[in-house]
């Protein structure tokens, strides 16, 4: 068999799993991605996040991830809900509405690669879903997925921006798939939009000024200077999607693990407010929200209160 009926099954498989659409790149190094990121790390655009600075070579070069890797296999998974929050109350990104996406996604590629060995023969890889040091955007670009925005999402025509990327780096060589245009065009609905003033310029965001970094990922307390514009925000932000023209083709996915409790959907701002830390563990038991814990959560709350 060669490598182009190879391709073709590992694409047919991916859409039985239940990924939103596949694609395939030559592993190397991102020469046009390193002065880029060497640029926003220079700058502190990552602010408290310290590993963004490590693995630098690792984060532009999946050779260096997984050896004699010849092949990375990006992936989407759609997790654009049907139903949304109480628009009256505190607001929760929409990517953490249900299960984890790291458990679901890698369960996926774990069968993935496992049917890539049974199909193909002795094949070696690793599965990737946000947590290894690897620019996910940049690969799925790089493989034909959509184009990198200007508030430094991953586009597409077809469905928008609300999915997940992961990758399966293979030591396997694959038919190779190529980039696809930007279509942004002069459309700034994202930067106009940001209530943080988060991207800078376009395709550069300030993740130090980010309502996501502030709300998950920053460990002090959120900065007095953004007081009254967070928008409601109490974990994560949507508005530079939520905006994005290409999201009015953003279809519910069909997946039931990202369905979210009913609470969650249906709660005030006094609820959430009045919160226990023995109801969120039970709201968010399996949910990307746990990583803020419960403190974090409150502290976002009263932030916005004030």
């Known amino acids: 068999m060669n490598t182009a009926q190879w391709t073709q099954q590992i694409k047919t498989e991916a859409k039985r799993l239940g990924f939103l659409s596949c ?16 640029k926003w790390l220079n700058q502190n655009m990552h602010g408290e996040m310290g590993y963004m600075e490590n693995h630098f070579d690792k984060r532009l070069d999946p050779t260096k991830l997984v050896e004699d890797s010849k092949s990375v296999i990006s992936l989407l998974l759609n997790y654009y809900p049907s139903e949304k929050q109480n628009p009256k109350s505190y ?7 249900g299960t984890d996406y790291h458990f679901v996604i890698k369960d996926k590629l774990k069968q993935l690669l496992q049917f890539i060995q049974e199909e193909i023969g002795e094949v070696h890889g690793r599965a990737f879903v946000d ?28 469905v928008g921006s609300f999915y997940f990327i992961a990758e399966l780096i293979v030591d396997l060589e694959l038919e190779y798939d190529t980039r696809v245009t930007d279509h942004c065009g002069t459309c700034t609905a994202c930067i106009d939009a940001c209530p943080t003033q988060a991207i800078v310029e376009p395709y550069v965001v300030d993740g130090s000024k980010c309502i996501s970094y502030f ?13 009254g514009k967070m928008d409601d925000w109490m974990f994560g932000c949507d508005v530079c999607q939520d905006v994005c023209p290409w999201n ?43 990583r803020t814990k419960w403190e974090g959560l409150k502290r976002n709350i009263e932030f916005l209160k004030e």
């Open 131 to 158: 947590s290894a040091p690897i620019l996910d955007k940049a690969w799925a670009a790089k493989s034909g997925l959509g184009w990198i925005g200007k508030n430094s999402n991953l586009l597409t025509q077809q």
């Open 91 to 97: 607001k929760i990104s929409k990517y953490a509405y």
């Open 23 to 38: 694609g395939i790149s030559k592993a190397g190094f991102l020469e046009t991605e390193a002065p880029r990121l060497e």
């Open 215 to 227: 709300t998950i990922e920053l460990k002090n307390e959120i900065p007095s200077e953004f007081q």
């Open 248 to 290: 009015r083709f953003s279809k519910p996915h069909q997946e039931p693990l990202f369905n979210p409790n009913r609470d969650l959907l249906n709660y005030s701002k006094k609820d959430w407010e009045e919160i226990t830390e023995e109801v969120f563990r039970e709201i968010f038991k399996k949910s990307a929200v746990k």
